[in-house]
């Protein structure tokens, strides 16, 4: 541990110290989890009102870190009967937060051909949940500015870093035409709130209330076929085409019926599926790059193979994206390769 974090962590359990509602034994403090942010999770055992509880601490470094959006939407998704973290107590200026613990089984974890159909309808049920109470101006939106900007980390990072690509100007303009016909797409889909990353590994099991819901804190209002295609399009975890097209038919049907604004026929909306997939997955191949050679986070290396199979098949399945399969067939084939197993 540098003397940074050292630091850092005898300021976490010096506030830990000081809650005095809780009664935590600090040395069964350990790591919970962390994420491809700058923040971290821990796990502690505390008494409090005569009974022991585990409890989640955030670690959210300032200034590359803010807990005030987490709060803003516990409070708001809380409040929507989502079942979510509760913030219990924070320092904000040091970004710390403790939490009710939502257990230990992600989704990720859990799910397989038994289990996969029902973790699903349930996890459709809550994001329907969602989508029902949103409302414009409470949360940033997910506009055109903010859509390009993500998939500017395909050039940059996937392209240029990773397959050490320089494009032409031809390739320039063919990859801007992709892009174009994406947000086109994406900005004429109705708006509602998005979670951003409404997938495997932010989903736990519960048994009341599934799924528990975590890393909501960059949520926005944007796009309403976002969510749903992050959690059939999991970048951890591939279904049978067969299965992810029923499972989109049943979240459809459930949204018709719940009146939101999705596409009136199934066609358009697994249209508007594929295209928001599409600028998702071709941001995901930028950020994994970057992560891996940016930060050092090399195992994000581990789930490209996923993400461009998504990208190639829809690629190939519309006119207009044609010319960003043709790209990737030209760039790929002649990368030079980086030591890693795909």
Partial sequence: MS????????????????????RFDLALLRPASSDASFRNYYRVEAEHEGSTQTYIVMDAPPPAEDVRPF?????????????????????VEQ??????DL????????????????????????L???????????????????????????PEWYLGKHLGATLSDAQNASLTQVFDALLAN??????????????SRNLMCMERGNPGILDFQGALFGPITYDIVSLLRDAY???????????????????????????PD?????????????????????IFARLAHRDGKTHYLNDLPTVRDYVRKTANRYKELIPLLRLLDTLEKTAPQFGYTF
């Fill in 3 to 22: 003397s940074t974090s050292t630091i850092r962590h005898q300021a976490l359990l010096t506030w830990l110290g000081q809650l005095d509602d809780y």
């Fill in 71 to 91: 709060m803003q939407i516990a409070a708001l998704f809380h409040g929507m009967h989502l079942t979510v973290p509760q913030v219990l107590a924070s320092e």
């Fill in 95 to 100: 970004g710390f937060l403790l939490l009710t």
């Fill in 103 to 126: 257990g230990t089984q992600m989704y990720s974890h859990a799910l397989n051909q038994d289990s996969a159909h029902q973790l699903y309808l349930d996890a459709i049920d809550a």
């Fill in 128 to 154: 329907i949940l969602l989508q029902t109470q949103s409302q414009p101006d409470i949360l940033p939106e997910y506009d055109r500015a903010f859509l390009r900007r993500e998939l500017d980390l395909f």
């Fill in 186 to 199: 994406n900005l004429a889909q109705a708006q509602v709130f998005v979670h951003r990353d409404f997938h």
């Fill in 237 to 263: 975890i591939q279904w049978d085409e067969e299965m992810v097209l029923d499972w989109a038919v049943r979240y459809w049907e459930k949204a018709k019926k719940a009146g939101l604004p999705v596409a």
């Fill in 266 to 286: 199934i066609d358009h909306f697994y249209r508007d599926f594929e295209f928001m997939g599409l600028q998702r997955h071709l941001k995901i191949l930028g």
